[in-house]
């Protein structure tokens, strides 16, 4: 079983930077993807980032790209998510996800694994 647990989150003003921690255990991650996901009040759940554990492939959100980054070290089983320029429309509940394998793309249907989020508030 896969356990993911998200720290970091917290109240930031517009303009300002966060940056998310995901802790994984549970498995062998090699050929794993791992991603982030956001849901704002009354929203859908939508894509931010997934990384490859094994290559450090990266794709991203067009609504988050150029100011996160994701990013993973091996050593300790821990996946980031900086974000810098934070806007009030970032604001949500941002999830960790596991997935069995990576692909440079939006995973419409979600990943297998989920922890169970951290909230990030982004003041106007």
């Known amino acids: 079983q896969v356990q993911l647990v998200e720290s970091g989150g917290g109240l930031v003003q517009a303009g300002g930077s966060l940056r998310l921690s995901c802790a994984a255990s549970?498995?062998?991650?090699?050929?794993?993807?791992m991603g982030w996901f956001r849901q704002a009040p009354g929203k859908e759940r939508e894509f931010v980032a997934t990384?490859?554990?094994?290559?450090?492939?990266?794709y991203y959100a067009d609504s988050v790209k150029g100011r996160f980054t994701i990013s993973r070290d091996n050593t300790k089983n821990t996946v980031y998510l900086q974000m810098n320029s934070l806007k009030p429309e970032d604001t949500a509940v941002y999830y960790c996800?596991?997935?069995?394998?990576?692909?440079?793309?939006?995973?419409?249907?979600?990943?297998?694994?989920w922890g169970k989020g951290t909230l990030v508030t982004v003041s106007s």
């Open positions: 990384i490859s554990w094994s290559d450090g492939r990266t």
């Open positions: 996800a596991a997935d069995r394998t990576y692909y440079s793309g939006s995973y419409p249907v979600g990943m297998a694994y």
């Open positions: 549970g498995r062998t991650f090699s050929s794993y993807a």
